[in-house]
Nanobody, 122 residues
Framework: QVQLVESGGGLVQAGDSLRLSCAAS????????IGWFRQAPGKEREFVAT????????AIADSVTGRFDISRNNAKNTVYLQMNSLKPEDSAVYYC???????????????WGQGTQVTVSS
């Protein structure tokens, strides 16, 4: 089992950057793939990015490609989501989640954090 805690959200202006962190506790963090998802009010949760256990394989959603990047530091039990050139439509609660393999499907992720709010003003 793994416990996940997101941090780094906040209120920023369009064009700004934020780096979200997903800190994990529990055994074998380095054996889990980690995904980032987001959910805006009234909308379904959507895939943002995922990274394999080793960090070699990554995938980024088309809607944020070129602006967002995902990385991990297994020595620190942490996964990062670097978000650049933020837009108002990026406003959402961002969640990290753990799975046994990389996937864009939220149903594949067994463990979830509580989320961190990102608000981008125009």
């Amino acid at each position: 089992q793994v416990q996940l805690v997101e941090s780094g959200g906040g209120l920023v202006q369009a064009g700004d950057s934020l780096r979200l962190s997903c800190a994990a506790s529990g055994r074998a963090f380095s054996t889990f793939a980690i995904g980032w998802f987001r959910q805006a009010p009234g909308k379904e949760r959507e895939f943002v990015a995922t990274i394999s256990d080793s960090g070699i394989i990554t995938a980024i959603a088309d809607s944020v490609t070129g602006r967002f990047d995902i990385s991990r530091n297994n020595a620190k039990n942490t996964v990062y989501l670097q978000m650049n050139s933020l837009k108002p439509e990026d406003s959402a609660v961002y969640y990290c989640a753990a799975a046994h393999t990389t996937s864009y499907r939220d149903s594949q992720y067994a463990y979830w954090g509580q989320g961190t709010q990102v608000t981008v003003s125009s």
